[in-house]
């Protein structure tokens, strides 16, 4: 940092960024006001089938039809000023009047073009899968991607939250403009970021986050759920696929800075000939492919020796934004039943991070199913049928 910047200036900046972050955001009446409403298809029951079989997420309780939407919606930003964000909002043709809701909550993207509501690409499978069960499907873009304005915060828990509250939202004012009321406990599951996502959803839905929506079940996949203490030392010690493993540090660094001020110079964290270029490859227009790349093979070609220290053993600003954010499965007590979904073999989100989790709640009914030695989005593959047969039982 500017070493002109003084001790009581950087404390002060600290604690205010982080207070402004973790501040609850009172529900204002216009948050998921419906911005706008775009259909973007419909299938009938063999058309789902034809959609889902391919990618092997298919199961016979998904008998029927579907209408998709894409909804820009209103919602808070990272300091809690209007903006807007975009949602996938799937609807079942089953006839249902009241219907249950269910969210997706889809893993790492940078680029905006590859969020549920404007990719016809994987996580939209979800949805439909979801809504032709019988549920209202609701599968957020989050801030920043899709059709909402900015860059996304990677990793930002409170806007996750937010977003995916004001998501549920929108979703119910769509579901009545054709009469039907979205209400009660709703289904939770996502992948990877979104497993994350979905554990602090699960938080806010079962404390009163909105009276229209509880907490019915919750079934995490592959998430990396302790960062500091689990994930980061796994990517900076080798054991998270090294080019993977440059990307979400890369991600997480920049997105942070944005939100928390970490450092004044790309210098102070990227080594060169890096330094001064990662920040535009997490600019929501570059593929994932193009910044996977433009980014080295390997973390330890692209930090500096004293920020990976630091992402062990954070402090200052990244410490606070991590008490702020990497508190997916802290303090938690869910009432409602949780099936995680994991794989031992999966070498970005490491197996630990599921262990450690599971451990650490407090709930009676918690179980965690390993779906084996296979990599981060076979494990998707793998355990996306098996909570769409456990949703289907309680929709």
Known sequence: MNPLKTAALAVAAALALVASSAAPVQAQSWRGTVVSRTPVFGMDPEQVKDFLTPIGVWVPEARHGVDAYRIVYRTVDVHGRSTTASTLVVLPRDGARRLKPAVWLHGTQ?????????????????GVLFASLGYAATAPDYLGLGEGPGTHPYFHAPTMVSASIDALRATRAVAARSGRLVTGATSVSGFSEG?????????????????????????PISGAYRL???????????????????????????????????????????????????AEL??????????????????????????????????????????????????????????????HGDPEAVFANSLACQESLRGADVSLTDVGDVNHVTSLVLSVPQVARWFATLV
């Open 110 to 126: 940078s680029d905006r073009q590859d969020a549920p509501s404007v990719s016809p690409c994987c996580d939209r499978a979800a």
């Open 195 to 219: 497993a994350n996502a979905a554990f602090l959803l699960a938080k806010a839905l079962q404390d009163g986050a909105d009276r229209r929506f509880s907490l019915g079940a919750l079934a």
């Open 228 to 278: 500091f203490d689990i994930e980061w030392p796994a990517a900076l010690g080798g054991d998270v696929d090294p080019a993977a493993a440059a990307y979400y540090l890369a991600y997480l660094t920049v997105a942070w800075d944005r939100v928390y001020d970490l450092y004044d110079d790309e210098s102070e964290v990227f080594q060169a000939p890096y330094a001064g270029h990662v």
């Open 282 to 343: 997490f600019d929501g227009e570059h593929t994932m492919d193009e910044t996977l790349d433009a980014l080295p093979a390997a973390p330890g070609d692209l930090l500096q020796q004293e920020y990976a220290d630091r992402l062990i053993r954070p402090t200052g600003l990244l410490a606070k934004a991590a008490e702020v954010n990497d508190v997916a499965c802290r303090d938690f007590a869910p009432t409602a039943p949780v099936r995680m979904y994991a794989a």
